[in-house]
């Protein structure tokens, strides 16, 4: 007698490449240990200058933690505020950053430049 089915073990692979397709469509939307909020937006038309003012924030339980243990979280969190300020830009426009945090001995300061010149690895470095 013929059967329309696959045999079981074909059946199971076919099943098995499904759900790991889900898992990577899961994984894009990919749950972050940090939130970025923006927070202030001035736009001074005499000199067409716009500035923005983000609120980075690490989840409550990466609190105390030592920066070395999430260095590629923190530069993560670079690249998305900076993917954030870039929507905001066209190509060859100049932006300056200023980053603080309690922690720090001082504000740090990346002078203007253009845009596509500043990356995470470059505020990492600093």
């Given amino acids: 007698m013929a059967t329309n089915e696959e045999p079981p073990d074909k059946r199971t692979r ?4 499904e759900i790991e397709e889900e898992m990577a469509e899961e994984m894009e939307e990919e749950i972050k240990p ?15 200058v716009e500035e ?3 609120r980075a924030k690490f989840d409550d339980e990466l609190q105390g933690t030592k920066i070395i243990d ?5 530069q993560a969190m670079f690249g998305d505020v900076l993917e954030e300020v870039g929507r905001n830009y ?5 932006v300056r950053m200023s980053i603080n945090h ?23 470095g600093r």
Avoid: A, C, W
Avoid at 102 to 124: F, K
């Fill in 14 to 17: 076919r099943e098995s490449g």
């Fill in 34 to 48: 940090y939130k970025i909020q923006k927070i202030q937006q001035t736009v001074v038309r005499k000199y067409g």
């Fill in 70 to 74: 999430i260095k590629d979280d923190l």
């Fill in 52 to 54: 923005y003012t983000f």
């Fill in 90 to 94: 066209q190509p060859g426009e100049r």
């Fill in 102 to 124: 309690d922690g720090m001995d001082r504000e740090m300061t990346i002078h203007l430049q253009q845009r596509e010149n500043i990356t995470p690895e470059m505020i990492m």
